[in-house]
């Protein structure tokens, strides 16, 4: 074999495995890149307030509507590392199902059923309408639970 052939070979077998390289990369950061470039219906959630009133855990978040259209929020505790979905309701005049917000700063408030259970934690979900792609999120999750 000449040595320009076995030139023409090795430049062959270094592009090979760049593209191995590139294509290995690829498929590893594949998932990370899909949900940064997932769209964000919402930003800067803040909890300012949880209060108990007796079997019910009022709680007041802020946060800044970018975008999408609300189609369901869930609330889910877990007592012990079983996780439920839990009884709430809308303390504002609608529910997040029957009005969606504009674009901008707004507050939230919520009342959790949780009785007289310790939650590990408790988490709002929300599921969004991004342009007719489905944007499911966590809203926000409150670990210290205030005792009844």
């Given amino acids: 074999m000449s040595n320009e052939h076995r030139q023409k070979w090795q430049r062959r077998e270094i592009r090979a495995a760049f593209a ?3 294509l290995s990369i690829g498929f590893a950061l594949y998932p990370a890149l899909q949900y940064v470039l997932q769209p964000v219906p919402y930003r800067n959630v803040e909890i300012v307030g949880k209060t108990r009133a007796g ?3 009022n ?3 802020t946060f800044t509507k970018t975008a999408c259209q609300i189609e369901r929020l869930e609330v889910v505790g877990s007592a012990v590392g079983v996780p439920e979905f ?11 199902e029957e009005h969606d917000r504009t674009v901008g700063r707004h507050a939230f408030r919520v009342a959790i ?5 310790a939650y590990d934690w408790i ?3 929300t599921r969004h309408d991004c ?6 999120r966590v809203f926000a999750r409150i670990v210290e639970v205030p005792a009844s």
């Fill in 113 to 117: 059923y949780v009785d007289a259970r």
């Fill in 131 to 136: 342009a007719g792609e489905r944007v499911d």
């Fill in 55 to 57: 079997d019910w855990l």
């Fill in 86 to 96: 839990l009884i709430w309701r809308h303390l504002g005049q609608l529910t997040p």
């Fill in 123 to 125: 988490e709002l979900r």
């Fill in 59 to 61: 709680v007041i978040a």
């Fill in 20 to 22: 191995c390289l590139g």
